[in-house]
Nanobody
């Protein structure tokens, strides 16, 4: 079992930055592939970024490439999502997710993950 707690959301103006954190409980954090998802009102939940347990494999959805950066600190059991040049369309609840997998596994769909955080709201004003 692993518990995930997101933090770092908030209200920011367009063009601004936020850094989300997701702290995981338990051991062997490096054995977990991690993902960031978001869900905007009235829309389906979508993948934003993902990183393998080793950190060697990274995925970004097209709409955030060049603006968002996912990273992890396995010593702190934490994964981060640095979000720069934020746009109003980035407004959503952001969730982190985890899956116990091989070190270079990277999941890109909801079904790939079996542990979820409670979400943190990100609101970007125009």
């Amino acid at each position: 079992q692993v518990q995930l707690v997101e933090s770092g959301g908030g209200l920011v103006q367009a063009g601004g930055s936020l850094r989300l954190s997701c702290a995981a409980s338990g051991r062997s954090f490096s054995s977990f592939g991690m993902g960031w998802f978001r869900q905007a009102p009235g829309k389906e939940q979508e993948i934003v970024a993902a990183m393998s347990g080793s950190g060697a494999m990274i995925y970004y959805t097209d709409s955030v490439k060049g603006r968002f950066t996912v990273s992890r600190d396995n010593a702190k059991n934490t994964v981060y999502l640095q979000m720069n040049s934020l746009k109003p369309e980035d407004t959503a609840v952001y969730f982190c997710a985890a899956v116990l997998a091989s070190h270079n596994y990277i999941g890109t769909t909801k079904a790939d993950y079996n542990y979820w955080g409670q979400g943190t709201q990100v609101t970007v004003s125009s």
